[in-house]
């Protein structure tokens, strides 16, 4: 960090000299990191540009240049001192832009083309009380993706941000983009198909495996108890979770709050279920029009599976289960068993139950009966009154973009002696990603002993975080391992089996876990 004197006044402010990185944002995720109130920040109000419609980023084309003013309104009865409008980072690199003037457009005359000037920061401007300024951001996309970047305002002794995004299509992915508004409508006589007994429903044609692997330890069924299932349907809370979290109960709560929370996911599906709908026999499939689709709502990949029967059917009849092979915008390539092939004509109609894909539930009971085995006293640690003392090590950087602050906080962790977790806190754009990378190729050089697991809440935070680890060059592709669902695999890598039960990389490209072995 540097700092600088006001002249006017004795007071120091720090700065950050060096470029920022916003790294990747999860707007989906983390809704709140681009939901602003105007109102609420204060007397100086600055308005939002390229606002989210319907919860997703507006769409502009590859190569137009897309512009929008952001209004800074001084309400205070006293001048304001704008010190800076800063770019602080953007993604791709250098794709906006800032202006005191709307950026030309093709009837604009020469002379206005003449004194139009952008760049990635305004300094030093007054605002006198009521005074409203506009300034003008600009995207000019070069590829296709996703868009985003943070401006920084700089009012009086306050920094307010407003983060950015912007989905760049070209023709080609703009037609593919699904165009209908997703409506959600609830149904008066819904499917339900008893899923925890096979010969409830005729099952499909599941689609070929991805790999000739075999499954070393198969993951337990762990169906949902009735007895919990009717507690939960009659309003009741279960007893486990009245008697509150203790040691005896520890895993028995857990579970009862797992299983509630299933139940609760079977009852969001239910609201997606169709009725009256026909399918579109393409070659060996059947196809399904799926509303909300494109939006994951509901969200149905390879390898997943729905229920369907003819409407007219009575309720003894058995559904038929069929597996999605493939998937498109709005609409889902299934295979059931032969004879719903043969037997559908163009004109039929059926009532569809969707289904969720229950892997990572299971993966949840697991871990919590694992949690049985474990010492009372990691879960339930004693408390202690000691503070504790952190000697910072010393560090020599591998990233050259590192502030001071960044710095501390690697140092800090190499320092710590005893178990994680270190919290690494800050709001968006300050480099927590930067830090973390840091942190991590730290310890993979210092301490030989380390194992560690990169675990990220989607799929595309964990592919930036392998890309930053990957662009330092300080570890070998070899070392690093893919753990994550097939259908990443199938999308994204040439993978090679191992013996392990894990997949070694083969393309640096993306990933959901790591870990050093």
């Not at 939901?35 to 204060?42: A, K, Q, T």
């Not at 897309?66 to 006293?78: D, F, G, L, Q, V």
């Not at 000037?117 to 296709?144: A, H, M, N, Y």
């Not at 039929?348 to 009372?376: C, D, G, P, W």
Request: net charge neutral; charged share 25%; glycine share 6%.
């Amino acid at each position: 960090m540097a700092t600088m004197h006001r002249k006017w006044g004795d007071e120091e402010y720090s700065y950050i000299p060096e470029k920022g990185e916003i790294g990747f944002i999860d707007y989906e995720d983390d809704r709140s990191v681009c939901s602003y109130n105007p109102d609420e920040e204060g007397p100086i109000s600055i308005t939002v540009p390229f606002p989210l419609i319907d919860r997703k980023p507006r769409s502009i084309f590859i190569g137009e240049t897309s512009s929008e003013p952001i209004n800074i309104k001084n309400s205070t009865r006293e001048p304001v001192e704008l010190w800076k409008v800063d770019i602080y980072d953007s993604n791709p690199k250098d794709s906006f832009t800032v202006s005191l003037m709307e950026p030309p457009s093709a009837t604009s005359d020469v002379d206005y083309i003449r004194d139009f000037l952008e760049s990635f920061c305004l300094d030093d401007r007054v605002l006198q009380p009521g005074q409203t300024l506009t300034v003008w951001l600009s995207c000019k996309p070069k590829e296709i993706g996703l868009h985003t970047t943070a401006v920084h305002f700089d009012v009086g002794d306050n920094r307010i941000e407003r983060l950015v995004f912007l989905l760049v299509e070209d023709k080609i992915s703009k037609s593919l983009s699904s165009n209908k508004p997703y409506r959600r409508d609830r149904k008066k006589k819904p499917l339900v198909v008893d899923t925890s007994t096979v010969d409830a429903f005729v099952p499909g044609v599941r689609p070929p495996r991805v790999s000739n692997r075999g499954v070393r330890y198969k993951i337990p069924l762990y169906p949902i108890p009735k007895d919990i299932r009717e507690l939960v349907e009659n309003k009741e809370i279960p007893s486990v979770i009245g008697e509150g979290l203790t040691r005896e109960n520890y895993g028995a709560y857990f579970n009862t709050l797992l299983i509630m929370e299933e139940i609760k996911m079977e009852e969001v599906m239910r609201g997606y279920d169709m009725e009256c709908i026909s399918f579109c026999k393409k070659g060996q499939y059947l196809t399904l029009e799926v509303p909300g689709l494109a939006e994951r709502r509901p969200s149905l990949i390879h390898g997943d599976f729905i229920y369907a029967k003819l409407a007219a059917d009575d309720a003894t009849t058995r559904p038929h289960q069929g597996f999605i092979h493939h998937v498109e915008t709005e609409e889902v390539y299934l295979k059931f068993e032969k004879e719903f092939h043969f037997r559908h004509e163009p004109g039929n109609l059926y009532n569809v139950q969707f289904t969720y894909n229950r892997i990572n539930m299971r993966k949840l009971y697991q871990a919590v009966e694992a949690v049985e085995h474990l010492e009372s006293e990691l879960l339930f640690p004693s408390d202690s009154s000691r503070k504790r003392l952190i000697r910072p090590a010393r560090l020599s950087p591998l990233s050259a973009v590192l502030n001071e602050e960044q710095k501390r906080s690697v140092e800090m962790i190499l320092g710590c002696k005893g178990g994680p977790p270190y919290v690494i806190y800050g709001p968006p754009g300050t480099g927590k990603t930067l830090t973390l990378v840091e942190a991590i190729l730290q310890l993979y050089i210092k301490q030989n002993s380390a194992r560690i697991l990169v675990c990220a809440p989607s799929n595309s935070a964990a592919d930036h975080i392998l890309e930053k680890l990957l662009s330092e060059n300080a570890v070998k592709v070899k070392e690093m391992r893919y753990l994550g669902s097939m259908q990443l695999v199938v999308s994204l890598m040439i993978l090679r089996p191992i013996y392990t039960g894990f997949v070694t990389m083969k393309s640096q490209t993306s990933s959901v876990l790591h870990f050093k072995t």
